[in-house]
């Protein structure tokens, strides 16, 4: 297999073939490390580069798959994990020069799982400050930009995952998603990024367990390795409530279904923001499509969703003032001016403000939760936007990020399984997303419809010009 043709090989395909004994753990790991090398110049994907690690991972996944040993569904499969999701013993900067000597002393949850199924870990991906915006930069890191366009952003928060992925460094990522920073990526990157049902992968790394929007979640260039990862990733676990009563998400293979019968509810113009002309147009063939396979589609719109953000930027904002707060006194010359301006926002607003917020989220919750009477899955445009300038701004608590990711933050309020799903690139050769929204627990509905527009779309037969 050309280097080429292995750095964009599936997760799926590239353990058979470690399994198998047709395919080095140790040739697989050079030859993304080396892929690294020679665009992450370019791109400023890391955080935390791990591949001498990675290496020596890789020489003992070989040995073991030489002497016979149990194997797990990632066996020497290489993969990148978000900077502020736990590695023992790696650095936790979150982005931050507040945080820039912490160092994990314990694995988060999903990294325990993953490790465990034999995964190589390449690296911590770079994240804007403390994960505020839909951008990726950081004042300890720097700008990192899309594999597609370079003075273009790939999205945040967990921009640099989605930018090794698109640019061949791993078949896997690990993103977060506070208010869109997995789906935002996955579609200005032209990845898939799902952020599953609140409490199906358990989030040990939140401070506030009950009050929770923010997910862990895969992300991938196949539908296939997205499934798997999140069959390894889900499941109970005890320091995260809302896990408790979840069963993993079962580890079947994806085949290509047939959508017949789908019930899908169509909203090409969500929260009253319409989207790019391109995005609308490639947005709306992905639904078409859908139809033609039997998908009942009805196109819909629904006022509930037009002030979600102001129920948002309460919570989120009053969580940055509360948690990030203190940093400002001591390290306030080195953080980023946005995330000053979100945290001086927060603490702006009063307790009844923040109730208020709280429960228009339950109001909310409740009024999406009954949409699922009429339909299976909701459809609708990841981002309104295609992939702007580098230093276009976005904070969470701004008009542009209000109307760039309307379509996304309402999902982490209602808890929701959504994912964006590519369907094509515009006229400028920019990838765009579809994003596909279930009820509570059917990961597997959006997986199925993913599937479909992959081998329909055929997305990942087109590549980055890096």
């Known amino acids: 297999m050309a280097d080429d043709a ?14 198998t004994r047709k395919l080095s753990p140790v040739t697989l790991v050079d030859a993304v490390i080396a892929r690294a090398e020679q665009v992450d110049p370019h791109l400023n994907c890391f955080a935390t580069r791990l591949f001498d690690q990675a290496r020596d991972a890789a020489r003992r996944a070989e040995d073991d798959v030489l002497h016979g040993r149990p194997l797990g569904p990632l066996h020497g499969v290489p993969i990148t994990v978000k900077d502020g999701v736990a590695t023992a013993g790696h650095p936790m900067t979150c982005g931050s020069y507040a945080m820039a000597d912490i160092v994990a002393t314990s694995d988060a949850v999903v990294w325990q799982r993953l490790r465990a199924a034999g995964a190589i870990l390449l690296g911590k991906t770079a994240t804007p400050e403390f994960f505020h915006k839909v951008l990726t930069d950081s004042p300890i890191y720097g700008v990192t930009r899309n594999p597609w366009a370079l003075d273009r952003t790939p999205g945040g928060s967990s921009g640099g995952a989605a930018a090794c992925l698109a640019a061949g460094i791993g ?3 690990v993103g977060t998603d506070g208010g869109g920073s997995i789906r935002c990526p996955a579609s200005w990157a032209g990845v898939l990024g799902l952020k599953a049902t609140l409490g199906r992968v358990p989030h040990d790394g939140f401070a506030d367990t009950f009050g929770n929007y923010s997910f862990v979640g895969p992300m991938a260039r196949d539908v296939r390795d997205m499934a798997l990862m999140l069959s390894v990733m889900s499941g109970p676990d005890i320091a995260d409530a809302h896990s408790r009563a979840v069963p993993p998400f079962p580890v079947d293979a994806v085949t290509l279904p047939s959508l017949r019968g789908l019930r ?3 909203m090409p ?4 923001t319409p989207a790019d002309p391109d995005i609308a147009a490639l947005t709306a063939r992905a639904v078409r499509l859908m139809a033609e396979d039997g998908a009942e589609v009805s196109e819909f719109s629904d006022s509930a969703f037009d002030d979600a953000f102001d129920t948002y930027v309460v919570i989120a904002t009053a969580a940055h003032a509360a948690r990030l707060g203190p940093f400002v006194a001591r390290f306030g010359e080195r953080m980023t001016a946005s995330l000053k301006a979100s945290i001086a926002q927060g603490g702006a607003y009063t307790a009844a403000d923040l109730m208020r917020a709280i429960d228009r989220r339950t109001v909310l919750y409740r009024h999406t939760q009954r949409l699922f009477d009429r339909f299976d899955v909701l459809a609708m445009p990841t981002m309104t936007v295609p992939p702007p300038p580098l230093d276009a701004g976005g904070a969470i608590n701004t008009l542009h990020y209000a109307a760039w990711a309307r379509t996304l933050y309402p999902f982490n309020l209602t808890g929701n399984p959504a994912a ?3 369907c094509g690139f515009a006229s400028d050769g920019l990838p765009v997303g579809l994003q596909i929204v279930g009820p509570w627990h059917e990961e597997g509905r959006i997986i199925d419809a ?7 779309i055929r997305w990942a037969d087109r590549r980055p010009p890096l």
Request: hydrophobic letters at 60%; proline letters at 9%.
């Open 6 to 19: 292995l750095i964009y090989a599936p997760a799926h395909r590239l353990a058979a073939l470690i399994a």
């Open 171 to 173: 078949p896997l990522a």
């Open 264 to 266: 899908v509810g169509w």
């Open 269 to 272: 113009q969500f929260g009253g």
């Open 420 to 422: 964006s799903v590519p």
């Open 450 to 456: 993913a599937a479909f527009l992959e081998g329909t």
